[in-house]
């Protein structure tokens, strides 16, 4: 997890001393799980997710994308290479349990390339099992998977908790980051709440950095925090993408 991946500027967090990237360093090597948290506009939402599905270097990685929310999703707006042997795409849509019960209303739309073909799920055990299976083709396709060639992104995990709780989605997490770093894969997810909103205690125990985004006088922010807060890189400006 390269530091000009995790963040622009991330040099600049050498000013809270070596002992924050010493640590980055050590998830570069060992794998790594982020929360996302912060009420933002989309497109800086966006761009967070580039970074982390790993789009801001050369480097070919394999990307796990999974949406839950309604609408469109563009992939090329989340990663930069849509080759089906390097991405795998997961929908959630909990709706379609209720199309047989003449439910109309639009649930996740992901805009893919023909050569992607989006795996649709309806619930949290076919959820995990999607990711999981992904990521066992991608070990199974390479030769050896380096540290951080596979990214795992879901886009809102508020979907998740206002089905099944926080206790389902805390075992959710616990599953599918544990199979991300066990490869040395960053897994980040993304959830629109404030840093001091009750369920972010509940779940950031399950992540090694806890992302924060913001926006001051127009400008996209972000901090990232490590072991519980002891450690921060201090509020950053980001250039948009």
Known sequence: MEHNVMLSGMDRSRTNGDEFSDELSRMKRQGASVLVVGSVRPDQRQDACRRLMGCATDRARRRVLVSTTDGPHPVLRFVDDIGSERLSVVSYDPQRRDV???????????????????????????????????????????????????????????????????????????????????????????LSVERDARIVPTLSPLFDVVVELRERNGNPQERWVIDDGAQSSGWLSIDRE
């Open 100 to 190: 047989t019960a003449g439910s109309t209303t639009p649930g996740p739309s992901i805009e893919t390339a023909a050569a992607v073909s989006p795996t649709e799920v309806d619930t949290l055990t076919d959820l995990s099992l999607a990711i999981s299976s992904a990521i066992d083709s991608f070990e199974a396709d390479a030769d050896a998977l380096t540290p951080g060639d596979v990214r795992v992104g879901i886009d809102s995990l508020r979907p998740l908790l206002e089905e099944y709780g926080k206790q389902r989605l805390f075992k959710f997490l616990h599953l599918i980051n544990g199979r991300t770093r066990g490869i040395g894969g960053l897994a980040h997810h993304h």
